[in-house]
T-cell receptor, first 112, second 116 residues
Framework: GDSVTQMEGPVTLSEEAFLTINCTYTATGYPSLFWYVQYPGEGLQLLLKATKADDKGSNKGFEATYRKETTSFHLEKGSVQVSDSAVYFCALRMDSSYKLIFGSGTRLLVRP | DARVTQTPRDKVTEMGQEVTMRCQPILGHNTVFWYRQTMMQGLELLAYFRNRAPLDDSGMPKDRFSAEMPDATLATLKIQPSEPRDSAVYFC??????????????FGPGTRLLVL
């Protein structure tokens, strides 16, 4: 079945470091891809999304490009801040479906 | 700034007690989702409503869980009787289906449930 695989955390970085969180997917068709962020004690918030191959989603300095050839949607940020510390979830949704299929989440800890 | 609200935010109860969690979706949204988050299982979809009708509750243990939408502004998730293994964070999310296209899901802050 359709699935999402994320790199295991936690990822610990110093402030202003470059961030990459890997995400790969398995799907029978061409899904829409999402990154959600969960700050401590809060619900998930949509960070960015891409709906077709080669699309780049971006928000708050974060970017991810939909790569069909490698079935990946890696999250990147050029310079992380302490306030970026959170859990990041990659997810997919097939166009005909309402279901979001989530990865297991990657915890990011940014130290001052 | 429209948001999904959930009550209570925290609930501690004893095994065997009934638990009711409430969710107010964003006004105008026509879909509601209930998720459960645990360390072991991650995020699991429990139930899905569209236009107040339950379309998918396959993720929900039928013997003790029930989900309803008595009106467009209220969704409830009930556990009776509760068990320690139900301890988790329960999230409600709402969204909009327009012309058959599923739009973004917006999550509430969650209800943290601890069953002793």
């Amino acid at each position: 079945g359709d699935s999402v695989t994320q790199m295991e955390g936690p990822v610990t970085l110093s402030e202003e470091a470059f961030l990459t969180i890997n995400c790969t997917y398995t799907a029978t068709g061409y899904p829409s891809l999402f990154w959600y962020v969960q700050y401590p004690g809060e619900g998930l918030q949509l960070l960015l999304k891409a709906t077709k191959a080669d699309d780049k989603g971006s928000n708050k300095g974060f970017e991810a490009t939909y790569r069909k050839e490698t079935t990946s949607f890696h999250l990147e940020k050029g310079s992380v801040q302490v306030s970026d510390s959170a859990v990041y979830f990659c997810a997919l949704r097939m166009d005909s479906s309402y279901k979001l299929i989530f990865g297991s989440g990657t915890r990011l800890l940014v130290r001052p | 700034d429209a948001r999904v609200t959930q009550t209570p935010r925290d609930k501690v109860t004893e095994m065997g007690q009934e638990v009711t969690m409430r969710c107010q979706p964003i006004l105008g949204h026509n879909t509601v989702f209930w998720y459960r988050q645990t360390m072991m299982q991650g995020l699991e979809l429990l139930a899905y409503f569209r236009n107040r009708a339950p379309l998918d509750d396959s993720g929900m243990p039928k013997d003790r869980f029930s989900a309803e939408m008595p009106d467009a502004t209220l969704a409830t998730l009930k556990i009776q009787p509760s068990e320690p293994r139900d301890s988790a964070v329960y999230f409600c999310a709402s969204g909009l289906v327009l012309a058959g296209v599923n739009e973004t899901q917006y999550f509430g802050p969650g209800t943290r449930l601890l069953v002793l």
